[in-house]
């Protein structure tokens, strides 16, 4: 049953969402304890991440921060909003999140993460094999963007990366355009 498979994957990420927004310590760059609400990623407008770090070899390994996963300069420039910050969870079993607010507290961005031991290839199995998944050309990974959830999902190297843009007022295909780019910088850092 496709559908239920759909609803499990989508409670998933909406739990991650919900956790990235709650009231746990997440863990920053270096290792840092980030107390609740507290922003983690990218500093500065113009700042690369950092390296996003791995074990073993061959893509293989897991990632110490989603919000590593984009610069704050590329968010804005690929939406045209400013002022974003990110706020993550911390990685618990190869899962995690990363909400980017704008300066008016709007989400920017979401993104959820799974690695290849929390089941990325099972979950992404699911999503791209789903009637209305359109696949995305142009990204270094297999991606598929969801109408119905106006998510993108990216799989790469065993990880799977959940992509929403903007919020609901937005429409599909500007969330489809917006993913797409946000898209392609994450396949280059995974």
Same mark, same amino acid.
């Given at each position: 049953m496709p559908g239920?498979?759909?609803?499990?994957?989508?409670?998933?990420?909406?739990?991650?969402?919900?956790?990235?927004?709650? !009231?746990?310590?997440?863990?920053?760059? !270096?290792?840092?304890?980030?107390q609740p609400g507290?922003?983690?990623?990218?500093?500065? !407008? !113009?700042?690369?991440?950092?390296?996003?770090?791995t074990q073993g070899g061959g893509g293989g390994g897991s990632i110490s921060h989603?919000?590593?996963?984009?610069?704050?300069?590329?968010?804005?420039?690929?939406?045209?909003?400013?002022?974003?910050s990110g706020t993550e969870t911390a990685i618990i079993s190869e899962s995690g999140a990363c909400v980017y607010l704008t300066g008016t507290s709007d989400i920017a961005v979401a993104l959820s993460f799974t690695g290849s031991a929390a089941g990325a290839q099972v979950v992404w199995d699911t999503w791209k094999t789903q009637?209305?998944?359109?696949?995305?050309?142009?990204?270094?990974g297999e991606a598929v963007f969801m109408p119905s959830a106006e998510t993108t999902f990216l799989f790469k190297n065993g990880k799977l990366i959940g992509i929403q843009a903007g919020n609901g007022a937005a429409g599909a295909d500007q969330?489809?355009?917006?993913e797409t780019e946000l898209a392609k910088k994450i396949a280059g850092r995974l």
């Amino acid at each position: 049953m496709p559908g239920r498979h759909v609803r499990r994957s989508l409670l998933l990420g909406a739990t991650l969402l919900i956790a990235a927004c709650g !009231g746990t310590p997440t863990t920053g760059p !270096g290792g840092a304890t980030n107390q609740p609400g507290a922003t983690t990623g990218p500093g500065g !407008g !113009g700042a690369t991440p950092a390296p996003v770090a791995t074990q073993g070899g061959g893509g293989g390994g897991s990632i110490s921060h989603v919000c590593e996963l984009l610069t704050v300069s590329e968010i804005e420039s690929i939406m045209s909003v400013t002022g974003v910050s990110g706020t993550e969870t911390a990685i618990i079993s190869e899962s995690g999140a990363c909400v980017y607010l704008t300066g008016t507290s709007d989400i920017a961005v979401a993104l959820s993460f799974t690695g290849s031991a929390a089941g990325a290839q099972v979950v992404w199995d699911t999503w791209k094999t789903q009637p209305e998944a359109v696949q995305l050309s142009g990204i270094d990974g297999e991606a598929v963007f969801m109408p119905s959830a106006e998510t993108t999902f990216l799989f790469k190297n065993g990880k799977l990366i959940g992509i929403q843009a903007g919020n609901g007022a937005a429409g599909a295909d500007q969330r489809k355009a917006w993913e797409t780019e946000l898209a392609k910088k994450i396949a280059g850092r995974l």
